[in-house]
């Protein structure tokens, strides 16, 4: 089969390489009809892992059940699922408790596993024609419909980022009425949005400064912050003084208005520089946070943040060692969530309100391209293109 594979940095190639066998009786065989490239893939492509060369990368597949082993017991030929980016045994301590992003058994090096992830097992991806799923019962969502059909776009999100998205505003604690800023109008950010309103949140800013972007931010429902305009919790700070709720306030809870409830991280350890976008600058989005959040309130950080970073700038943060304004968090009594999503925990749930009409998460998917052309979509994608949101594979 043909598969994307993982040459060395900035050098991804679709090469011929074996088709995945059933290897365990539990396992199933997908034969893939979408998968999306994910904003994680790009600190892999950007050299930023210790990805060895020759990996399949891929970790956002959908397909149809091609061939399953002699216990899988729910799943036959020709079923349409789409899979969790988390690889879990579904009978560990954390898999029990609905952890199956630090599944205990699946990944020899430390908790949790995925597909064609650094770090994350011996798991090949899913850009490709086929990939093998272990404990496929666990670890497939079954879909209705056929494939390619017209949810196919919206069904695919549900591999990583909408309940990724959906996970970030559990972190930030998203309720009914609440002010929520995020931070990256990338798939996830934007999908976040999405989450929050489906969770009733009243006021929602999104921070970025791509156009087309923000553009698409404000389409979704949130209030577009440009970073280059300024620091963006002074501007969200502005825009709420603004707010009729000012009149609707008591002397002394003005101070509401100084920032929001939820605040989301979708950009993680690649952040640009507010002033100075051309470089990085990890520490500024953490401090922005905590300059936004209201006392009491919590920050939901989806955003990536590697714990060994070949790349970066400095020996602390070669080392996963990022400075942040801890002071100021402790004293507002912010909560910080953290961590990969738990995909699981929220698929059948988002699955059901796509069915049921309440969402289109597939509105975000700006490219469709063959398989062949993967490496061509990896540099624009990389670069940011305007105008290129999310990108999906059909091999
Ligand atoms: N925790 C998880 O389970 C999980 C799952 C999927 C993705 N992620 C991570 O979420 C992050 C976002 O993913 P994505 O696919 O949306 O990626 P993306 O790279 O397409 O989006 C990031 C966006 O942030 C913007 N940005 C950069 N610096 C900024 C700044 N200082 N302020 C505001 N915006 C800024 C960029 O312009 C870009 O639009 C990545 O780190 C990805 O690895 C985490
Ligand atoms: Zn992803
Ligand atoms: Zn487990």
Redesign the pocket.
Known sequence: MQALTYQGATNVAVKEVDNPKVEQATDAVVRVTSAAI???D??MYDGRTEVETGKVLGHEIMGVIQEVGDGVKQLKPGDRVVLP?NIACGDCYNCVRGFT?ACLTMNPQMAGAAYGYAGMGPYNGGQAGFVRVPFADFNALKLPGEAGDELERDFLMLA??FP?AW??CELADVQMGSSVAI????????LSIMSARLRGAAEIYC????PT?LDKAREMGAIPIN?KEGK?SEQIAALRHQSPLAEALRPGEEKRLEGVDCGID?????????SD?QHE?TQ??LEDLAAVILPTGHAGI???YMNDDPGGANEDLKQGIFKIPFGTFWAKGITIGT???P?KRYDEMLRDLIIGGQCRPGTIITHEAALEDAPEYYRR?DN?EEGM??VILHP
């Open positions: 994910c904003g994680s790009l600190h980016f992003n990583d980022i990724t996970h970030a931070y990256g109008a990338g798939p996830v950010g934007l921070v970025d400064m791509i972007r970073f963006p979708a950009i993680g350890y690649q952040a640009h520089d507010f976008p600058e500024e989005v989806i955003g990536v961590g990969q999503a995909v994608f940011r949101i999310k």
